[in-house]
């Protein structure tokens, strides 16, 4: 167990640590470097201090701060933390855009040591909330509502349902609350470094059913996790990387994202706007080098080369992840763009898989990448939990040095979805190739079932995307009197579909039939949407779909 000397709070209630034998492994292999999760940064700070860390490029901006400046702006604010009242240990909410004021409270809380819940701006009063309550948060740090939707609010209402948060900081206009605070490092006395495998901050589950889950990672494991994914990402002092999704997100924050820039000294660019007319000319602008996309805004980049005139020739790898990026598009965005396409299937929960750039392009075009880590223990089992033989589907676990061990205050959750002897249920259905990689198919739960028969999800929509007509796809299960629940295709129409002619369900159906799908898995319901529901970070909501297809249904 770690020790959690000055910690005189909770912190460690419920949290699951690293076995000893295998923490005791990961230190000897110098996996855990027993440093705090912002060292990368100090040693950065120290050896370039006047080179730049980052830029604000978001309404707030612009605006850039070298090394130095952000590190004194960090320092003040863990100072101005530790005044407020803020104790070693302790969490905090934090939910904002992307801009300089979440890195300088990001920063600022990790060297006060106290641990932040990392929360997407498109979370809602009944995410936060929840959070929070898991948490056991003693406050919240939002902004106000200059982006369109006003956080004071959710802050009102979070005090309401939560009455443990009992700080509220917010950015911009704070209206009835404070501002983020700051004082001189010099006038409190700032912790001590903390133990390294104690909570560092928390994530929050991706998830698309039900509420999110906290992910306690430790400074050693989200260290780790930052420095292999630079590496693999051939990361330098020379690099710039445009933080396009949510900066709280684990895929643009240490994957290798915003903490794996700080440690080698590169230069981080932030925008609230990931549309291809404001980022093309951000890349430009600053000579972006890398960035990272979900698959539905990799496809509006791509499509966007063809009429956005800016130069982004200095882009070189072009991270996508989160969600399954369709072959026809990872070779679409390589064409676009010059084999930049780096694919990365990871999971907040630990795991990550990188696509590695000097591996062949059909290679990185077909799989979604194999473990960053030589200690990351990967297995595909089937329904009974054996292992199955390269080239078969199965669902992924995973165990090693920065997949955590249990989910934060969740013992059900957890009997659920860790085996006895570690290894994470990913939910995840894969196939692997001899050499490592992995394929992702579906998700395990993703079925639906149709007189009885189960069909999975994935298989149709994987069948209907090479259709055309067909641009974006999501199968679900809709309530059906005699079929139990029947089959619903929701498409997004591509733009090589003649206009004002309607997608006919037999066409579909046909097309299936021809490829040789089951009859029982052909779909009963057709439904042409213009955009599909999205989850904070951009991936395809099946749950709000479900909901939108049956309140609509005609
Ligand atoms: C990333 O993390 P989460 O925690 O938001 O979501 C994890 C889940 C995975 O279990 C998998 O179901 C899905 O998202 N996923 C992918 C994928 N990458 C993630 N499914 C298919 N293909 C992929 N490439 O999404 C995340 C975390 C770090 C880096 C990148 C993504």
Redesign the pocket.
Known sequence: MPTPLDHATDLLDGFTPYADAQAARYRDAELFRGLPLFAGFDASAESTPDAPAVTDASIDGPRTLTYSELREASLRRAAGFVAAGLRPGERVVLQQNNSLEFVVNLLGLLRARVAPVMTLPAHRITEIAHLAAGAGAVAYIGEDGRRGFDFRDLATELQSRVPAVTQVFVSGDPGPFATAPDADPASVDLPASPNSDLPALF?V???TTGLPKL?ARTHDDYDLNARLSAEVAKLTADDTYLVALPAA???PL??PGILGVFGVGGHVVFTDNPSPDNTFDLIERHRVTVT?L??ALAQLWCAATEWEPADISSLRLL???????AHPDAVALDEALGDVVQ???????GL??YTRPDEPRNLVHEV??SPMSEFDEVRVVDEEGVDVPDGEEGELLVRGPYTIRGYYRADAHNEKSFTPDGFYR???KVTRLPSGHLS?TG?IKDTIVRAGENVAADDVEENLLAHPSVRQVAVVGLPDDALGEKICAAVVLSHDHPPAQPLELATLRMFLADRGLASFKLPDVVRVIRTLPV?A?G?IDKKVLREQLVSTAG
Do not use: W
């Not at 991270?319 to 990026?325: D, I, P």
């Not at 694919?343 to 929960?349: I, L, N």
């Open positions: 994530l589950s991706g998830g992910i997100h684990n895929f240490c994957c990272a979900v698959p991270q996508v992840g989160g969600a399954k990026l694919q990365v299937f990871g999971m907040a929960e990550i898989c979604q990448g990913s939910g995840d992702v998700r989850t970070v991936k």
